[in-house]
């Protein structure tokens, strides 16, 4: 098999023996002495058919063992499904001196695999292995080993292994960091931090890459009449020799416009990085570094809203509440800030000086000034972009939902797609990213944050009175491609928030593929994405206004997806407001999707003002879990009877009677004015003579799935075992994770920190991530017991972990087994968790476990953190370290699966 590398003269010095001396990518030195380089040449290994998001739970350094000790044997071939003779062997590639990877298997058959498979053939997997050689100060200077600042761009984990080389031999289990998978710019860099190298000698590493060829970040290569899929990666390493230190981090900045001399947010984001130690920035008022500029800055107040403490190497966006009384006119902010040490052997403060240039704007500008820029805190100081009516809010707003990959506030095509509005205010949430969470959770609940931020603007200056947004006002939503399918998910998912909805060229939802698991397991890990399948839900839109629109020769978005949402809504109301635009021989994209005489009479005809919408005489309410909180109509599934499934609730309103049924509806809600004018109740057949109001008093646990642990507007704090490294590393890199993919704000905190937190408050609302190494801490005990209630489903010791009675376990002889009732399997065994509840002291917020029997239980369990979506999780799984990882999985108040 061949590996398209390029620069074939580097390849050829490489067979011919090159040496360190020679032909490596210099790193760079640091001032005390440290250098470090990387060989051009690679290693690869591939490609594996995978399904999008399957290397989290096959792991990304699949086929290999990397558990160690690994020794490399480049004549080893594994088993691939694509290649002739199904077997692959290892090739090489190269990386440039800019970092550019680009992979391309010119022996695979892509053309044959797509005539039986579709585009979907074209997903595949690869590893990479490079070599890192870090080398220490000449001359026996004894200084700390350097830290190593790495970016992955397009690629989803790499991990940094000691080599066996020398005969050394790496007995520990990989640290997986996540790479920028999406390419999304201005993201913080991954820092690695070496605990002891020797000084006498250079150290070598295997550097271990996951490359994973995505349809959606690389496309299909026949639109660049291409018939190899070309895996383009960009890997870059820097040396940092930094003392402890805080230093800014521009790119993480979030600044409102002044519009008419006014911050046109509640927030300012200011991004700060540790480059080592541990700090914490006090929540006092910040003053001017000028004294003659006081009297301009006059009546404002940046304040932070509670004390922020900085891990190492953790990069967080401070957030200041904006108090302002005055008009400002300055172009230019300047404060400082104070950082103190928090490391007991350590007495140091750093000053900060912050210079931020503001930019005005008028509301009534032309075009040119337009769209403005707004900010809210939702977890984190957040932008979005807003352009203002030509006359008046007299008409609802429009929120403009982009699509995957596209930056709105760099990139202005986004803001003029859709015509700016005479009655109607235009907002366009970021969706915590360029990818964000698919407009799903997270990214969902700040669509509406963002609304209900502006709301809150317009309201704060009697200035703007001409242009306010009425409170609870319902909105129009419209979106392109991944926005187009986040269209679907906001108005299927708050129904009684939506007028109407323009869905253009958006897809239906993502298929998951998950090999090596059994069937009843894949079943419940399913489940938990049934969340995110826009089709189940459309019964909750059956009666709203929806103009869809695509392009008919769409390449990237087969039509047919429009067309079948549509169906699926016709078929449960045969008479459904509904009207499909297909553009003939239109693409993807093209510039006339939004700027159509269609697309503005539609929006006429349901802009109006005077617009009502009353509740249907017969509608269906459509819920996966209670804690998605749907209302349609004012209707509501309080209660399920199985967790996991789909629940419906069915109202019709005939003659008088009140009929409704229910599946798998344990309790409901209707608004009292639906009882009014109604002479009977009938519920499932059964007819209710006395209609009586009632209160639901009894609190009830809604189940739901992991990635709710995301869904806050609070910082999430991460919370590690006391003296446990690779606890403290876990929870340093899903910081990491959680800023790049997500724009999630996290706080680490210590175990026993957390216990004396708790006392004095610096634990506030927010959710909790508590991780962990065999025993729990006395603070995440606690939480775990409360999360279980008086009868426990789920029990931890340092040994195992119990689930339903079922136990996995080392038995006493120390051969490691897991046990289920009445049956004992004997095999290696490591074993981790994920379980979601809610948080002890603040039941509005849930924590999560993440917790392993060892560390590679740890690692595992790490690995499932659903960051990004398409990674599966109901309320807890248990994974162990066979081929699939998952080894049970579903919710507390259901059996086991497994």
């Given at each position: ?18 040496d360190a001396s020679g032909n490596q990518i210099v790193l760079g030195e640091t001032r005390y002495g440290w250098s470090a380089t990387l060989d051009p040449v690679l290693d690869v290994l591939g490609p594996f058919p995978i399904a999008a998001r399957e290397q989290h739970i096959i792991g990304p350094g699949y086929p290999l063992n990397l558990y160690a000790p690994y020794i490399h044997d480049s004549n080893r071939t594994y088993p691939s499904a694509y290649a002739d003779g199904g077997r692959v062997a290892w090739s090489k590639a190269i990386i440039e001196e800019n970092g550019d990877i680009n992979i391309r298997y010119e022996d695979i058959r892509w053309e044959t695999l797509r005539a039986t498979e579709g585009w979907a053939a074209f997903q595949h997997h690869s590893v990479l292995r490079a070599r890192l050689s870090l080398s220490p100060p ?108 805080v230093v800014r981090d521009i790119s993480q900045d979030v600044v409102p416009d002044i519009v008419d001399h006014y911050f046109f947010g509640s927030s300012i984001g200011i991004g700060i990085r540790s480059t080592e130690g541990w700090w914490v920035l006090r929540s006092t008022s910040l003053q001017p570094l000028e004294r003659d500029r006081a009297e301009i800055l006059k009546g404002l107040r940046l304040c932070l809203t509670r004390d922020t403490h900085i891990a190492p190497s953790q990069t967080r966006i401070l957030n200041f509440e904006i108090f302002q009384s005055r008009p400002l006119k300055a172009s230019r902010l300047q404060f400082r800030l104070e950082f103190v040490a928090l490391a007991s052997d350590v007495d140091d403060t750093i000053y900060l000086d912050i210079t931020l240039d503001l930019r005005h704007r008028t509301i009534t ?534």
């Amino acid at each position: 098999m061949r590996v398209a590398i390029g620069f074939l003269l580097a390849f050829l010095r490489h067979l011919h023996g090159s040496d360190a001396s020679g032909n490596q990518i210099v790193l760079g030195e640091t001032r005390y002495g440290w250098s470090a380089t990387l060989d051009p040449v690679l290693d690869v290994l591939g490609p594996f058919p995978i399904a999008a998001r399957e290397q989290h739970i096959i792991g990304p350094g699949y086929p290999l063992n990397l558990y160690a000790p690994y020794i490399h044997d480049s004549n080893r071939t594994y088993p691939s499904a694509y290649a002739d003779g199904g077997r692959v062997a290892w090739s090489k590639a190269i990386i440039e001196e800019n970092g550019d990877i680009n992979i391309r298997y010119e022996d695979i058959r892509w053309e044959t695999l797509r005539a039986t498979e579709g585009w979907a053939a074209f997903q595949h997997h690869s590893v990479l292995r490079a070599r890192l050689s870090l080398s220490p100060p000449t001359g026996g200077l004894r200084v700390s080993a350097p830290n190593l600042k790495v970016d992955l761009s397009q690629g989803s984990y790499f991990a940094i292994l000691p080599s066996n080389s020398d005969g050394f031999e790496h007995e520990g289990v990989p640290e997986w960091h996540s790479g920028n998978i999406y390419a999304t710019e201005m993201v913080p860099s991954n820092t690695i931090r070496f605990s002891a190298l020797p000084w006498n000698e250079t150290s070598v590493f295997d550097v271990f890459i996951s490359g994973d060829y995505e349809i959606r970040l690389f496309g299909d290569p026949a639109t660049t009449c291409d018939a190899v899929p070309t895996l383009a990666l960009n890997f870059k390493l820097v040396l940092e020799h930094a003392p402890a230190n805080v230093v800014r981090d521009i790119s993480q900045d979030v600044v409102p416009d002044i519009v008419d001399h006014y911050f046109f947010g509640s927030s300012i984001g200011i991004g700060i990085r540790s480059t080592e130690g541990w700090w914490v920035l006090r929540s006092t008022s910040l003053q001017p570094l000028e004294r003659d500029r006081a009297e301009i800055l006059k009546g404002l107040r940046l304040c932070l809203t509670r004390d922020t403490h900085i891990a190492p190497s953790q990069t967080r966006i401070l957030n200041f509440e904006i108090f302002q009384s005055r008009p400002l006119k300055a172009s230019r902010l300047q404060f400082r800030l104070e950082f103190v040490a928090l490391a007991s052997d350590v007495d140091d403060t750093i000053y900060l000086d912050i210079t931020l240039d503001l930019r005005h704007r008028t509301i009534t500008g032309d075009d040119a000034n337009f769209p403005l820029i707004a900010t809210h805190f939702d977890n984190v100081p957040l932008p979005y972009l807003a352009i203002p009516p030509r006359v008046t809010s007299a008409s609802p707003p429009i929120l403009f939902l982009h699509g995957a990959g596209v930056d709105i506030i760099q990139d202005l095509t986004w803001g003029r797609a859709l015509p700016r509005q005479s009655y109607s205010w235009i907002i366009m949430p970021t969706g915590r990213g360029p990818w964000g969470f698919d407009w799903r959770g997270p990214s969902s609940t700040e669509v509406w944050h963002a609304l209900d931020s502006l709301v809150a603007i317009l309201s704060s200056r009697v200035e703007w009175e001409k242009w306010i947004i009425p409170k609870d006002s319902r909105a129009v939503v419209a979106g392109h491609s991944n926005g187009g399918q986040g269209t679907w998910y906001a108005i299927t998912h708050n129904p009684d928030r939506v007028l109407a909805a323009i869905p253009a060229a958006g897809y239906i939802k993502a298929q998951l593929i998950h090999h090596f698991i059994d069937p009843s397991l894949r079943g419940i890990l399913d489940s938990s994405s049934t969340y995110d399948d826009n089709d189940l839900y459309l019964s909750n839109v059956a009666d709203m206004k929806i103009l869809a629109i695509h392009g008919g020769a769409d390449s990237n978005v087969p039509t047919w997806h429009s067309r079948a949402m549509l169906g699926v809504v016709e078929s449960w109301c045969a008479d459904a407001p509904i009207a499909f635009y297909e553009q003939p021989g239109m693409p993807h994209w093209y510039s006339s999707v939004f700027d159509s005489d269609r697309v503005r009479d539609f929006l006429e005809s349901v802009l109006s003002p005077d617009l009502t919408k009353p509740p249907s005489e017969s509608f269906t309410l459509t819920t996966i879990s209670t804690s998605e909180n749907i209302s349609l109509h004012g209707c509501r599934i309080e209660g399920t009877l199985v967790h996991g499934r789909l629940a419906q609730l069915s109202v019709t309103l005939v003659s008088g009677s009140l009929l409704i049924s229910t599946s798998n509806v344990e309790r409901f809600s209707i608004p009292i004015a639906f009882l009014s004018n109604v002479s009977s109740l009938q519920i499932n057949g059964k007819l209710l003579d006395v209609l009586e109001q009632a209160a639901l008093t009894e609190p009830y646990r809604a189940a739901g799935r992991i990635a709710q642990i995301l869904e806050t507007d609070q910082v999430i704090f991460l919370v590690y075992a006391d003296d446990s490294p690779r606890a403290l590393s876990a929870a340093l890199r899903l910081a990491h994770s959680l800023a790049v993919y997500l724009k999630i704000d996290s706080e680490l905190v210590s175990d026993s920190e957390a216990v004396h937190g708790e006392a004095t408050g610096r634990l506030g609302s927010g959710n909790l991530i508590c991780i962990s190494i065999a025993l729990l801490g006395p603070f995440c005990q606690k939480q775990l017991e409360h999360a279980q209630g008086k009868e426990p489903n789920v029990a931890i010791s340092a040994t195992s972990i119990k689930v339903h009675g079922v136990s996995f376990t080392r038995n006493g002889t120390g051969r490691p087994r897991f046990l289920i009732p009445a049956i004992a399997v004997h095999q290696s065994f490591s074993a981790g968790a994920l379980l979601l509840g809610p948080r002890w002291g603040s039941e509005a917020d849930r924590v999560l476990f993440l917790w392993g029997i060892d560390v590679k239980g740890l690692e595992g369990a790490l690995l499932l953190f659903p960051f990004r979506t398409g990674i599966p999780g109901p309320e807890w799984l248990i994974v162990d370290d066979r081929l699939g990882r998952v080894a049970a999985a579903g919710f507390v108040s259901l059996l086991l699966h497994v």
